[in-house]
C-alpha cells in the first residue's frame, strides 16, 4: 500500500464549471476525511466517512460540495458551479476508527479557479 | 470555541534548538499533534501526546504539555536545513470522530 493518494495534483477550471477530486485511502482504513487549506492557513474539516457513511458535515460544505464513497473504499468530492473562494488544496486523510495515533494524509489536489 | 493559534515565522541556524508554539481553548482535547507540511505536499505526523502527560519526548523531537496554560511547544534539537517546513499543531476535541482542528502553522526557516 502506497499510502494516500489523490487524483489529480492540480486543477485550473474556469468559474462556473464543476470538479471533481477522488481521493484513495490506504485500504484498510475505515475513516476517510476531506479538509481544505488556503493560503496561510491550517487545514480546516470539512467532512468525514466511517466506510460509506457520510457521518459529519462542516457547515464550511456549501450546497455546492457533495461528496461520497459509495462502497467504503474511494472517496470523491465534487464542487459544482465553482467560484474563485474555492481556491484551495484540498487533502484527504484516513486512519482507523480508534486509532489515536493521527491520520495519514494525502498529497492534495490544488485547486485554482480562474 | 474551536480555535488553535501559533506564531506565524520562527528562524534559527543550523545547528542550534527551535521552539514551536501553540495555545489550544479545548481543555478537554484528547490528544494533540504536531505535523510537518513541505511546499507542495501533503501533512506528515511528527509526533502527538496524550492529555494526561506532560512532555514526550521521540529523539530530536521534545514535545511539551502545560494542560493548566492550554499550551503546547514543540522542540527540535540540532535544527538542520531539512527542517525548513511549516509545523501545525492540532488538536483532538472529545468526540468519537476523529476531527482534527489545526492552528495556521508556523514557517521554520533554517539559515545555514
Known amino acids: 500500500d502506497t499510502g494516500v493518494s489523490q487524483d489529480p495534483r492540480h486543477k485550473i477550471t474556469k468559474r462556473g464549471q464543476n470538479v471533481t477530486f477522488r481521493c484513495d485511502p490506504i485500504s484498510e482504513h475505515n475513516r476517510l476525511y476531506w479538509y481544505r487549506q488556503t493560503l496561510g492557513q491550517g487545514p480546516e474539516f470539512l467532512t468525514y466517512f466511517q466506510n460509506e457513511a457520510q457521518l459529519e458535515k462542516s457547515r464550511l460544505l456549501s450546497d455546492r460540495f457533495s461528496a461520497e464513497r459509495p462502497k467504503g473504499s474511494f472517496s470523491t468530492l465534487e464542487i459544482q458551479r465553482t467560484e474563485q473562494g474555492d481556491s484551495a488544496m484540498y487533502l484527504c486523510?484516513?486512519?482507523?476508527?480508534?486509532?489515536?495515533?493521527?491520520?495519514?494524509f494525502g498529497s492534495g489536489t490544488r485547486l485554482t479557479v480562474v | 470555541g474551536e480555535d488553535v493559534e501559533q506564531s506565524l515565522f520562527l528562524s534559527v541556524r543550523e545547528g542550534d534548538s527551535s521552539v514551536i508554539n501553540c495555545t489550544y481553548t479545548?481543555?478537554?482535547?484528547?490528544?494533540l499533534y504536531w505535523y510537518k507540511q513541505e511546499p507542495g505536499a501533503g501533512l506528515q505526523l511528527l509526533t502527538y501526546i496524550f492529555s494526561n502527560m506532560d512532555m514526550k519526548q521521540d529523539q530530536r523531537l521534545t514535545v511539551l504539555l502545560n494542560k493548566k496554560d492550554k499550551h503546547l511547544s514543540l522542540r527540535i534539537a540540532d535544527t538542520q536545513t531539512g527542517d525548513s517546513a511549516i509545523y501545525f499543531c492540532a488538536e483532538s476535541p472529545p468526540s468519537n470522530t476523529g476531527k482534527l482542528i489545526f492552528g495556521q502553522g508556523t514557517t521554520l526557516q533554517v539559515k545555514p
Open positions: 486523510a484516513s486512519s482507523w476508527a480508534g486509532q489515536v495515533h493521527g491520520y495519514t
Open positions: 479545548d481543555s478537554s482535547s484528547t490528544y
